[in-house]
């Protein structure tokens, strides 16, 4: 229970998390025993580091809320000797901007946010609607739970210079706006298939839409509106709200018979091929 109290760095949890463990388990040929190891280690070097400490720990009758002070620098976090695979030119140092803390236990507690103005120079603390400036000496505390770190490099630079372009990487999550009006989110993107957006929408709805179905969104996107729409309590209204006939997309149920019209190949232009894509 003492260790549950006792100080450490935030170097010595990252040299544990590298650490590795050893696994059980059986030879797939020969079927003798052969225990190896399992290493996790960090490939590059990211825009902005994200570190989650382990504050709960479960034992054979409860879970316990670590106290730990956890000690970690405000300035100058190297990462180099944490990375795997080093680009040449690369910057690995870091400074802190960020800290979710967290007060309680596993049965009930307070996330208090503190986060750096970066034109005052200030440490603001939020705490529910109050905001209040603390001291630098004050920024770490016990209750430090996630940090949120930035590499020095990029300070000053627009999101544009730092973040890809979302259009291109099309990672799960990312926010779709549809030609009709809705915001949904990228649950697959399925590269060569004639409706390669899977798109989610409401609670139980789920849109298979083509490229002409997407309005494409510039790399500085405001998304404020996908903020607003978890915001409201909106009903889903289904998706016979969203398509016509068949679980067609509307524009794309036109192309579909403009298509028709001029009789040509069966596989059509895009907008034939999306006419077939499937809504559940």
């Given at each position: 229970?003492?260790?549950?109290?006792?100080?450490?760095?935030?170097?010595?949890?990252?040299?544990?998390?590298?650490?590795?463990?050893?696994?059980?388990?059986?030879?797939?040929?020969?079927?003798k025993n052969a225990p190896s190891r399992k290493h996790l280690k960090i490939q590059g070097s990211?825009?902005?580091?994200?570190?989650?400490?382990?504050?709960?720990?479960?034992?054979?009758?409860?879970?316990?809320?670590?106290?730990?002070?956890?000690?970690?620098?405000?300035?100058?976090?190297?990462?180099?000797?944490?990375?795997?695979?080093?680009?040449?030119?690369?910057?690995?140092?870091?400074?802190?901007?960020?800290?979710?803390?967290?007060?309680?236990?596993?049965?009930?507690?307070?996330?208090?946010?503190?986060?750096?103005?970066?034109?005052?120079?200030?440490?603001?603390?939020?705490?529910?609607?109050?905001?209040?400036?603390?001291?630098?000496?004050?920024?770490?505390?016990?209750?430090?739970?996630?940090?949120?770190?930035?590499?020095?490099?990029?300070?000053?630079?627009?999101?544009?210079?730092?973040?890809?372009?979302?259009?291109?990487?099309?990672?799960?999550?990312?926010?779709?706006?549809?030609?009709?009006?809705?915001?949904?989110?990228?649950?697959?993107?399925?590269?060569?298939?004639?409706?390669?957006?899977?798109?989610?929408?409401?609670?139980?709805?789920?849109?298979?839409?083509?490229?002409?179905?997407i309005e494409r969104d510039p790399d500085s996107e405001d998304l404020s509106a996908v903020n607003?729409?978890?915001?409201?309590?909106?009903?889903?209204?289904?998706?016979?709200?969203?398509?016509?006939?068949?679980?067609?997309?509307?524009?794309?149920?036109?192309?579909?018979?403009?298509?028709?019209?001029?009789?040509?190949?069966?596989?059509?232009?895009?907008?034939?091929?999306?006419?077939?894509?499937?809504?559940?």
């Amino acid at each position: 229970m003492k260790d549950l109290d006792k100080p450490h760095k935030l170097s010595d949890c990252m040299d544990l998390f590298q650490k590795g463990d050893t696994l059980k388990q059986k030879c797939d040929n020969c079927n003798k025993n052969a225990p190896s190891r399992k290493h996790l280690k960090i490939q590059g070097s990211p825009p902005v580091l994200v570190i989650h400490l382990k504050r709960f720990k479960v034992t054979a009758y409860q879970i316990l809320k670590m106290q730990n002070m956890i000690t970690f620098p405000l300035y100058d976090l190297d990462l180099s000797e944490y990375v795997s695979f080093k680009e040449p030119g690369m910057a690995y140092q870091y400074d802190l901007f960020g800290i979710v803390n967290h007060y309680g236990s596993m049965t009930g507690g307070h996330y208090i946010g503190v986060v750096k103005n970066d034109r005052t120079g200030e440490w603001l603390q939020y705490d529910d609607s109050r905001c209040t400036t603390i001291n630098e000496d004050q920024v770490q505390t016990r209750a430090a739970y996630i940090l949120f770190y930035r590499r020095k490099d990029l300070v000053g630079k627009a999101m544009s210079d730092i973040v890809p372009t979302l259009n291109v990487t099309k990672f799960p999550g990312m926010p779709v706006h549809l030609r009709y009006g809705k915001v949904g989110y990228l649950i697959e993107y399925r590269k060569g298939h004639p409706c390669p957006y899977k798109v989610g929408l409401g609670a139980n709805t789920i849109l298979y839409v083509g490229e002409k179905s997407i309005e494409r969104d510039p790399d500085s996107e405001d998304l404020s509106a996908v903020n607003n729409m978890f915001k409201k309590k909106w009903k889903d209204p289904g998706p016979d709200a969203f398509t016509a006939k068949g679980g067609q997309d509307p524009d794309d149920e036109k192309a579909s018979a403009k298509g028709k019209k001029d009789k040509k190949s069966k596989k059509g232009k895009d907008g034939d091929e999306e006419s077939k894509c499937s809504l559940f």
